[in-house]
């Protein structure tokens, strides 16, 4: 049997990122190639340049293809910004006649009626509709009711929405690219399905992929997502205070963040000097530090939000997992367990195979959620990995999705 080629694009607000993974008929995922390319048509999350953001996406795509030697036609597409909403509604159908088991239909009925708790305004449309937990007969805990008898099915859902006009003007920029969009999915679920744990899905995690003009935020809570958002600020936050601070252009920035970057002054000697030779610039590192500090607190004050919210819930998470490309700053993760007063730790995608060096790196979180999710919901296998469960849930089967393949513990 020929493996499966599954691409994932994470269209980001200043990078591109592409990987390529071959599926075979185990379900195991093995990555084939992994690219990336600067953007400059996006701006926090939001295409606002449709010819340079295909150009972007198209330059990671060709680099992408000539690593794996294969041809991408379709791709799994990250859904970012500031315009995606979540919410967590609930809803219950009656097993009709009681007492007999739950079947499939059962279930998508009491999904159905969860959805209906969802008020879309012209210009929003459902991403996602995710059960969270089921209820069957006052009992509690279920996670998969199927099979079990009772009178009464309860479900809650985690629903996901985002703005119409930027959900088009992506899948515009992925036809200018020729590339079909299999699925598009929001950032944060995807990001986190990549680099969390069975265990702290289960005893519930803060997941911040920190992206380049946004942060994304899932907190987990008994498994699954309960809190998604996208809150302003990323690593480019950090760039442009080091380009002001020390009066640099942009991309020199950048490279001072990512080869000589801390997050803790107090680590760097106050002797150590950064030589910039084309610039003829002598730079102490210990000052980079103070303003990368700066920076990088201001960007974990934004996550005290979802916090005071969770806490408000009694969904107080144990602790925090770090990824994006920024997350690989040296402190980062201890600033961050200092300010929040909870465990911290860069998350890496992991149940990928193969090379080891793409794979490792939190900047290609995304990318790598994406390879999970369509592993676990193409349209071939999700189709088949259902057949024995009955028919698929009929009208939410377009992008209402369910995350039991990569997100169950």
């Given at each position: ?40 048509g996006?701006r ?17 795509l ?25 919410e ?26 969860a ?5 879309l ?26 099979g079990?008898?009772g009178f ?16 088009q ?24 399905a ?56 942009l ?9 000589h ?15 910039l ?5 002598v ?33 107080q ?11 690989q ?12 007063n ?16 793409v ?39 377009t ?11």
């Amino acid at each position: 049997m020929t493996d499966q080629i599954i691409a994932g694009i994470d269209v980001g607000t200043t990078k591109v990122a592409v990987l390529v993974a071959a599926l075979d008929a185990d379900g195991e995922l093995t990555l084939l190639g992994g690219a990336q390319a600067p953007m400059r048509g996006m701006r926090r999350g939001n295409v606002v340049n449709l010819d340079e953001t295909a150009a972007a996406v198209n330059a990671a795509l060709e680099r992408a293809e000539r690593l794996c030697g294969h041809r991408i036609l379709s791709a799994y597409v990250g859904l970012g910004g500031g315009h995606l909403e979540a919410e967590n509604t609930r809803g219950a159908s009656a097993i009709n006649p009681g007492g007999r088991e739950i079947t499939y239909q059962d279930v998508a009925r009491a999904i159905e009626s969860a959805r209906t708790g969802v008020s879309l305004a012209e210009n929003r449309e459902l991403i996602h509709q995710l059960p969270r937990g089921y209820v069957v007969d006052g009992q509690d805990g279920v996670t998969n009711p199927i099979g079990m008898s009772g009178f009464k099915l309860e479900v809650e859902t985690h629903v996901v929405t985002g703005g119409v006009t930027t959900i088009q003007n992506l899948e515009k920029v992925l036809r200018q690219a020729q590339v079909a969009v299999e699925d598009l999915v929001a950032v944060p679920l995807v990001s986190a399905a990549a680099v969390i744990t069975p265990a702290e899905r289960e005893m519930g995690a803060m997941v911040v992929d920190i992206g380049g003009g946004t942060t994304s935020v899932a907190i987990f809570a008994d498994g699954f997502p309960w809190y998604t958002a996208v809150l302003p600020g990323g690593g480019g936050a950090i760039t442009h205070g080091i380009a002001a601070g020390l009066r640099l252009p942009l991309d020199v920035a950048e490279r001072l963040k990512v080869e000589h970057g801390h997050c803790d002054p107090n680590q760097v000697a106050e002797d150590e000097l950064i030589e910039l030779g084309e610039e003829s610039l002598v730079i102490p590192r210990a000052e980079l530090a103070r303003i990368i500090q700066d920076r990088a607190r201001d960007l974990v004050a934004h996550l005290r939000a979802p916090l005071v919210h969770a806490q408000r819930e009694d969904r107080q998470p144990w602790g925090v997992v770090l990824t994006g490309g920024s997350a690989q700053l040296p402190g980062l993760a201890e600033l961050t367990a200092r300010m929040l007063n909870l465990p911290s730790r860069v998350g890496r995608p992991a149940g990928l195979r193969g090379l080891a060096d793409v794979v490792s790196d939190p900047g290609f979180a995304t990318a790598a959620g994406l390879l999970l999710w369509g592993a676990g919901h193409g349209e071939g296998r999700g189709a088949a990995a259902g057949g024995g469960r009955g028919p698929r849930l009929g009208p939410l089967a377009t992008r209402v999705r369910r995350l039991f393949d990569s997100l169950l513990p």
